[in-house]
C-alpha cells in the first residue's frame, strides 16, 4: 500500500491534478473560515466583553459541533439547488456547511480568551482613564489572541478535513481523488488522497503556529518566563564553584605558608 500511494503521489501524470485539487481545497477552507470569523468574532468579542449571552453561545456551539455535515450538505442542496443556477447550486451549501463547522471553534476561542483576561488589567486600564472599547481594543484583544488563535486553528484543521465532502455533489477539491477512486476501485489513489489531506492540515497548522509565536507577546506564550529562568540558571551556575576546587586551593595555600615559615625559622637559626 505504502508503495502504491508513493508511486501515484509521484507520477508526473498525476502532479498537475494534485496541484489544481489542492488549490481548489485551500480555497474552499480559507473562504469558509474568513465568513465564520466575520461572524463569529465580534460576536465572541461582543460576549466576552460584556458578559451576556454566555450560556446560549456555549449551548449553540456544542450543538453546531453535533450537526452531520455531510446530511446538512445535501439538505441545503435540495432546497437552495433548484432557486440557484449553475455552479453556484453547489458551491454555495459546500461553503454554508463549512462555514456553520468553523464558526463554533472561532467563537468559543473569542469569547473565551476575552473571559479570561485578568480583571486586575481591566481594572488598571480603566484607572488610567480608557473607555469601555479601549479596554476592549488595547487589553482585551492582545490577551486574548493565544486563546483565539488556537480557535482559529482549530477551525481551519476541521474545515480543510471536512472540506473533502465537496466533492460528493461534484465539486473540486482534494476530496475528488477519494470520490474518483472509489468509482474505479483504485485504492491508491484514494489513500493518496487522504495523505494530501493530512499533509495539507499539517502544513497549515505549522504555518498558524508560527503566526502565532510571531503576534503574541513572549509575556502571555510563556517564552519570557522560561528565558528567565534559563538566564536564572546560567547565572547560578557561574556563581558556584566546585568543593573539590576550593579545598585544593585551600591545601595549596596552607602549603605555601608553611614553607614561607619553615624558611624564615632557618633564616634566624643561621644569623643566630
Not at 470569523?37 to 458578559?51: E, S, V
Not at 453546531?64 to 442542496?77: C, D, E, Q, S
Not at 432546497?79 to 463549512?98: K, N, T
Request: include cysteine; hydrophobic fraction near 50%.
Amino acid at each position: 500500500m505504502i508503495a502504491g500511494i508513493l508511486g501515484w503521489l509521484t507520477d508526473p501524470a498525476n502532479r498537475s491534478d494534485i496541484i489544481g485539487q489542492t488549490l481548489a481545497h485551500l480555497r474552499f477552507s480559507v473562504l469558509a473560515v474568513v465568513v465564520a470569523a466575520l461572524i463569529a468574532i465580534p460576536l465572541g468579542l461582543w460576549i466576552g466583553h460584556t458578559g451576556r449571552g454566555k450560556i446560549v453561545a456555549v449551548t449553540l456551539t456544542g450543538a453546531a459541533r453535533a450537526i452531520p455535515t455531510l446530511g446538512l450538505l445535501f439538505l441545503i442542496v435540495l432546497v437552495i439547488g433548484p432557486h440557484v443556477s449553475g455552479d453556484l447550486a453547489f458551491s454555495l451549501p459546500s461553503e454554508i456547511v463549512l462555514v456553520v463547522l468553523a464558526i463554533p471553534p472561532i467563537l468559543s476561542g473569542t469569547y473565551a480568551g476575552i473571559d479570561e483576561v485578568d480583571p486586575a488589567a481591566r481594572d488598571a486600564a480603566k484607572g488610567m482613564g480608557m473607555r469601555g472599547w479601549e479596554v476592549l481594543r488595547k487589553v482585551e484583544i492582545p490577551c486574548a489572541l493565544p486563546l483565539f488563535l488556537s480557535g482559529l486553528r482549530s477551525a481551519f484543521l476541521q474545515v480543510i478535513a471536512t472540506a473533502t465532502i465537496a466533492a460528493s455533489v461534484g465539486l473540486d477539491g482534494l476530496g475528488r481523488f477519494l470520490i474518483d477512486g472509489q468509482a474505479v476501485r483504485d485504492y491508491d489513489q484514494m489513500a493518496s488522497g487522504a495523505v494530501l489531506v493530512a499533509l495539507l492540515a499539517i502544513v497549515v497548522d505549522l504555518l498558524l503556529a508560527l503566526v502565532q509565536r510571531l503576534v503574541v507577546s513572549p509575556g502571555l506564550s510563556g517564552r519570557a518566563g522560561r528565558g528567565r529562568r534559563g538566564n536564572t540558571r546560567s547565572d547560578d551556575d557561574a556563581g558556584t564553584t566546585d568543593p573539590t576546587t576550593d579545598a585544593r586551593t585551600a591545601d595549596a595555600a596552607g602549603t605555601s605558608r608553611d614553607r614561607d615559615e619553615t624558611l624564615v625559622t632557618t633564616t634566624t637559626a643561621s644569623e643566630i
